[in-house]
T-cell receptor, first 111, second 114 residues
Framework: QKEVEQNSGPLSVPEGAIASLNCTYS??????FFWYRQYSGKSPELIMF????GDKEDGRFTAQLNKASQYVSLLIRDSQPSDSATYLC???????????FGKGTLLTVNP | DAGVTQSPTHLIKTRGQQVTLRCSPK?????VSWYQQALGQGPQFIFQ???????QRGNFPDRFSGHQFPNYSSELNVNALLLGDSALYLC?????????????FGDGTRLSIL
């Protein structure tokens, strides 16, 4: 079982719709969860982080965490073509200092 | 507020050569992590430096080594380059020893091995 799993996509949504990106992780000791956006040929950009169960909202972005189900998601409301990118889920567990990444989900927002 | 800076941007080497990549952390950050990202994959952790010591290491061979300087900048050295070392090398910085601190990435160094 891979440590962090994401649907590779591509996920295609129309402009203005809600994009839902999902991630599961295997280490129950994981404590910190991060979402990065990566445009083609660029480096990852931190867009959200969440540490506690529940929802965390920042503008059009909402991160959701369910530690019992080992599941974290990212919702993007009012999706824009500029949101088209690969979204990487990353997890830090227990005494681990490293980020463990999924392979990423490619999101395409169609005008 | 300067972000994480990496140099060089691109590098072309041949098999067997050695390479040094450099990173300056974001202002106020004292912890530097290095990652390797192959095409179509998520970044893979190489190691992390804090207080000039390697604090944690990922599953990379000893050919990969690093250093952190008193000003918190860092170098990644790779010896005896292999074709499989071709990748985007990312430096990320964070603040303090807490494992919860978010890591911010630089623009990366794209290394091509011929």
């Amino acid at each position: 079982q891979k440590e962090v799993e994401q649907n590779s996509g591509p996920l295609s949504v129309p402009e203005g719709a809600i994009a839902s990106l999902n991630c599961t992780y295997s280490d129950r000791g994981s404590q910190s969860f991060f979402w990065y956006r990566q445009y083609s040929g660029k480096s990852p950009e931190l867009i959200m982080f969440i540490y506690s169960n529940g929802d965390k909202e920042d503008g059009r972005f909402t991160a959701q965490l369910n530690k019992a189900s080992q599941y974290v998601s990212l919702l993007i409301r009012d999706s824009q073509p500029s949101d088209s990118a690969t979204y990487l889920c990353a997890v830090k567990g227990g005494s681990n200092y490293k980020l463990t990444f999924g392979k990423g989900t490619l999101l395409t927002v169609n005008p | 507020d300067a972000g994480v800076t990496q140099s060089p941007t691109h590098l072309i080497k041949t098999r067997g050569q050695q390479v040094t990549l450099r990173c300056s952390p974001k202002s106020g950050h004292d912890t530097v992590s290095w990652y390797q990202q192959a095409l179509g994959q998520g970044p893979q952790f190489i190691f992390q430096y804090y207080e000039e010591e390697e604090r944690q290491r990922g599953n990379f061979p000893d050919r990969f080594s690093g250093h952190q300087f008193p000003n918190y900048s860092s170098e990644l050295n790779v010896n005896a380059l292999l074709l499989g070392d071709s990748a985007l090398y990312l430096c990320a910085s964070s603040s303090g020893p807490s494992i919860d601190q978010p890591q911010h990435f630089g623009d990366g160094t794209r290394l091509s091995i011929l």
